[in-house]
């Protein structure tokens, strides 16, 4: 455990080895929670804001769709198959 000195105004230098555990750069956020007697300090994770719709989230480096365009029209049409009612199959080599 590491310990350092509180100056006048209650700021205190993380030690070097902490910093690179958390990953804490200058600038980062940090949060601190007091848990009983004893404080801990913890990298703040930022509160992002929900977007009100997900235009614009996807990044497309192809040409646009223009806005008329069908997506149903990219579906082939499966093949229609004869229905053979039941009991009347075909037997081979008979007469029709």
């Known amino acids: 455990m590491e310990t350092t000195t509180m100056t006048?105004?209650?700021q205190v230098t993380?030690?070097?080895s902490v910093r690179q555990q958390l990953g804490l750069r200058q600038g980062a956020?940090?949060?601190?929670?007091?848990?009983?007697?004893h404080a801990v300090l913890r990298?703040?994770?930022p509160?992002?804001?929900?977007p009100k719709s997900g235009f614009g989230?996807?990044?497309v480096s192809g040409p646009a769709v223009p806005p008329d365009f069908d997506v149903a029209?990219?579906?082939k049409p499966e093949p229609v198959k004869?229905?053979?009612?039941?009991?009347?199959?075909s037997k081979p080599g008979a007469r029709k």
Not at 29 to 37: Q, S
Not at 47 to 50: C, E, I, Q, S
């Open 73 to 75: 029209s990219l579906l």
């Open 43 to 45: 990298p703040a994770v």
């Open 82 to 89: 004869p229905v053979t009612p039941v009991g009347k199959a």
């Open 8 to 10: 006048s105004k209650g």
């Open 57 to 59: 989230m996807v990044k």
């Open 47 to 50: 509160v992002r804001a929900l």
């Open 29 to 37: 956020k940090v949060a601190f929670v007091v848990e009983g007697d």
């Open 14 to 16: 993380i030690p070097k």
